[in-house]
């Protein structure tokens, strides 16, 4: 998992990238966030890539809440009454897009999470994002 929470390693990410798709995606958030005079990049957006191999666990703790629960009540993906936490998620060709908001400030954390995930949490994607 990458986890980018400064401007340095989010430029990293999108200069090392081979991943097209991925690297697009982040190259259009740092454009629209660079409207924002007198902010660093780091200030405005986090960024968190799920890898192979990662677990939704490992993305819970990068998180810092459950990614298949409301941040807000507990309510798990598949119990009633369930609703995410995210404000806007988009299925893309290889991968799925989150945008979390943490902060009035603002801030917030783009995910981004291929395509061939977790069976549940990939279940929970495809759900909202065809909505």
């Given at each position: ?69 409301n941040r807000l009540d507990g309510i798990r993906f598949g119990e009633p009454g369930f ?48 909505q």
């Open positions: 998992m990458q986890i980018c929470r400064d401007t340095y390693s989010i430029y990293e990410v999108v200069r090392s990238t081979q991943d097209a798709e991925l690297h697009g995606l982040m190259s259009a958030h740092i454009e629209r966030l660079q409207e924002y005079e007198g902010l660093e990049l780091g200030q405005l957006a986090h960024f968190i890539v799920f890898e192979h191999g990662d677990t939704v666990a490992d993305l819970d703790a990068a998180l810092g809440f459950p990614v298949m629960a609703l995410p936490s995210w404000e806007v998620i988009e299925e893309h060709i290889h991968s799925f897009e989150c945008v979390y908001v943490l902060e009035d400030t603002g801030l917030g954390v783009i995910l981004f999470v291929p395509s061939d995930t977790d069976c549940e949490m990939l279940a929970m994607f495809q759900h909202y994002a065809r």
